[in-house]
């Protein structure tokens, strides 16, 4: 495994955190939107949504660059840091799609297409480091329960 390096972790976590910030800036920022919709049983307050995703993008940063530092194969360590950057990719798009264009039932597409790609870059995770795959396991649960609300939203609305 290659030494730690504080400054590469730094820059894979404030990626991660600047692709959410950067996504809810292009959304509207705004849960207007959201809060008008009939919501499905168990749907938290506003206020939970971006503490949960700035915890969610910090352990996302981290378990990409345990991947990165991990020292293992090249092509494998490239294809996890692909898939990596295509959820990172989709998960942006989710927020525009939902609350930008407020276009809930493609929203729900595109959240079941980002828990298949995380669940696909936890597996490749998994085979180079164990514990950068355990690290997303409580996105894989926030994807599900939100993918709960999208879907809620699309049948309710």
């Keep these: 495994m290659n030494r730690f390096k504080l400054t590469d972790l ?3 976590v404030v990626i991660a955190e600047l692709t959410g910030a950067l996504s809810a800036i292009l959304s509207g920022g705004s849960f207007s939107f959201y809060k008008e919709l009939e919501q499905p049983p168990f749907s938290p307050p506003g206020w939970v949504f971006p503490v949960v ?3 969610l993008y910090a352990l996302m940063g981290i378990s ?3 991947i990165y530092s991990s020292g293992a194969e090249n092509e494998k360590v490239k294809k996890a840091l692909i898939v990596y950057g295509a959820q990172l990719l989709v998960n942006f798009s989710w927020s525009i799609v939902f609350f930008g264009l407020n276009m809930p039932l493609l929203a729900a597409i595109i959240i079941i297409v980002l828990i298949g790609l995380v669940s696909a870059m936890v597996i490749l995770f998994y085979r180079i480091r164990p514990v ?3 690290l997303n396991i409580p996105y894989i649960l926030w994807l599900i329960f939100a993918a709960y609300l999208n879907i809620g939203v699309v049948l309710l609305n």
């Design 10 to 12: 730094f820059i894979f």
């Design 53 to 55: 995703w700035v915890i």
């Design 64 to 66: 990409a660059y345990l």
């Design 132 to 134: 950068a795959a355990y």
